[in-house]
C-alpha cells in the first residue's frame, strides 16, 4: 500500500455532475494456476483388458459418487489446481473403483490424474502408487474450461504386483500390460484476471448533490485516472474471478481522495478491490490529518456490491459485470461523517453511491 497525504495538484475535481463509470483491459501474460471447482475423469478400459478380466473372474466396480457405465470409470472432480496456457494440472476426484473376484477385492481411492508420463494415481491398499504410464499426454482447452487426456495406458509393476498378490488370478496382471485411456475435464472455481484495463464507477446524482454541499471534490492519483467527471482505476496483478462472476476478487491500484475544500480534511482510499464471494468493495482508508482524526485504518469493508448484470464470454474468455451499485457500509458512512459531516450525520448506511461496470480479461 501507498500512503498519500495533502493535495499534490493531480487533477482535483470538484464534483459538480461526478459520473464514475467504465472498465476496458490491455495485456500482459502469465501463467498461473486456477482453483478447480468441478468436472470429471473418465477412465476407459480397453476390450482386451476386460476380457482379461472376465477370464480370472474379475470386475470392476465402482463406490459413490463415482460409478461404472460400459466398461468405463466415471469419477466427479472435487478439487485440484490447473494451468490452462501451459496445459498443466494435477486433479482430485471423488469416490473410488476397485477390481474384484469372488473372494477378493482391490480397492483404488484417492484417484488423482496429473499431466505427467505417469498421470494416473490412487491409494491402493494403503499406499499412493502410480497405476499406469502413458504412451501419449494431450492438453487442451475450451473457453474457461481443460482437457487433458492420456492414451496407452500401461499398467505400472508395483501395481501389477499389488493386483497379483490380492486377487490370485490364473493370468497374472504383468508390467507395461495395456490398461485403456483415460480423460480429465476440469472447469475453474475461479480464473485468474490478467492485469489489463480499468475499473469504472459511475456516481449517482444523489450523492453527488451531497458532496457538493459539503464543498468536498474527489481527486485521482495515479494510475487512477479522470476524463471530465469519469474516474477509472486500473486493474492490477493477483485478481480472480468465477466465471459466473460470483466469487474470486478483483484488484485495482490508484488512489482516490476526498477533499473537504475549506477544511483540508482528507479521506483516502488505497488498493480499491472488489469481492464478489461476499459481494463487497474493500480498501485501504486514511483519514488526516492524524490527529484528531483515525489516520490509517488498514483494508476495510468499503462499499457492498448489489445487482449488476453479468456477460460472460467463454469464447474470448471474458467476464463482465455492469451497473453493479455501490452501496455505502457503516463503518464508512461513520468515517465520512466524523471526517465531513460538521457535526451532523449526512451520510448512510446503505445509500447508493456510484455504479460499477467493468470488462475483465482472464487467462
Known amino acids: 500500500m501507498r500512503s498519500v497525504s495533502g493535495r499534490r495538484g493531480r487533477g482535483t475535481l470538484c464534483l459538480l455532475a461526478i459520473p464514475f463509470a467504465v472498465l476496458l483491459l490491455c495485456p500482459v501474460a502469465q501463467g498461473a494456476y486456477d482453483p478447480v471447482g468441478s468436472g470429471a475423469v473418465s477412465i476407459r478400459f480397453e476390450r482386451s483388458f476386460l476380457s482379461f478380466l472376465k477370464s480370472d473372474g474379475i470386475r470392476v466396480s465402482a463406490a459413490a459418487p463415482a460409478r461404472v457405465n460400459k466398461g468405463t470409470v466415471l469419477l466427479p472432480v472435487s478439487a485440484g489446481l490447473m494451468d490452462p496456457t501451459l496445459g498443466k494440472s494435477s486433479i482430485e476426484a471423488e469416490g473410488s473403483f ?56 500401461r499398467l505400472t ?29 476440469a472447469n475453474p472455481q475461479t480464473v485468474t484476471v490478467l492485469p489489463e484495463g480499468k475499473v469504472s464507477m459511475e456516481l449517482q446524482p ?43 476478487t478483483l484488484k485495482t491500484g490508484g488512489d482516490l481522495e476526498f477533499l473537504q475544500l475549506h477544511s483540508n480534511t482528507q479521506i483516502f482510499m488505497h488498493e480499491l478491490w472488489f469481492d464478489f464471494a461476499l459481494r463487497m468493495q474493500t480498501g485501504e482508508i486514511d483519514i488526516e490529518p492524524s490527529p484528531p482524526y483515525r489516520g490509517k485504518l488498514g483494508r476495510v469493508s468499503i ?15 471474458t467476464i463482465g459485470v455492469s451497473d453493479a451499485q455501490l452501496l455505502m457500509q457503516p463503518a464508512i458512512a461513520s468515517a465520512f ?20 461496470s467493468f470488462v475483465a480479461q482472464t487467462q
Do not use: Y
Open 303 to 317: 462499499f457492498d456490491l448489489s445487482g449488476g448484470s453479468v456477460s460472460t464470454d467463454a469464447g474470448a474468455r
Open 206 to 248: 444523489d450523492f453527488i448533490a451531497k458532496l457538493n454541499s459539503l464543498l468536498i471534490s474527489v481527486n485521482p492519483i495515479f494510475p487512477a485516472e479522470h476524463s471530465g467527471s469519469l474516474f477509472t482505476v486500473p486493474v492490477i496483478p493477483g485478481g480472480t474471478l468465477a466465471p459466473a462472476a460470483n466469487g474470486g
Open 98 to 153: 476397485a477390481f474384484q473376484s469372488a473372494r477378493k477385492r482391490v480397492p483404488f481411492r484417492a484417484v488423482k490424474t496429473k499431466t505427467k508420463h505417469s498421470p494416473l494415481i490412487a491409494k491402493v491398499g494403503g499406499s499412493q502408487l502410480k497405476i499406469a504410464t502413458a504412451g501419449r499426454l494431450a492438453a487442451g482447452r475450451t473457453g474457461f474450461d481443460a482437457k487433458f487426456s492420456a492414451r496407452s495406458l
Open 337 to 356: 461523517n466524523e471526517a465531513f459531516g460538521e457535526g451532523g450525520t449526512p451520510f448512510t448506511p446503505g445509500e447508493t453511491i456510484a455504479k460499477l
Open 157 to 185: 509393476a508395483k501395481v501389477a504386483t499389488r493386483l497379483n498378490k490380492k486377487l490370485r488370478p490364473l493370468h497374472p496382471f504383468v508390467a507395461g500390460q495395456l490398461v485403456g485411456s483415460m480423460v480429465t475435464n
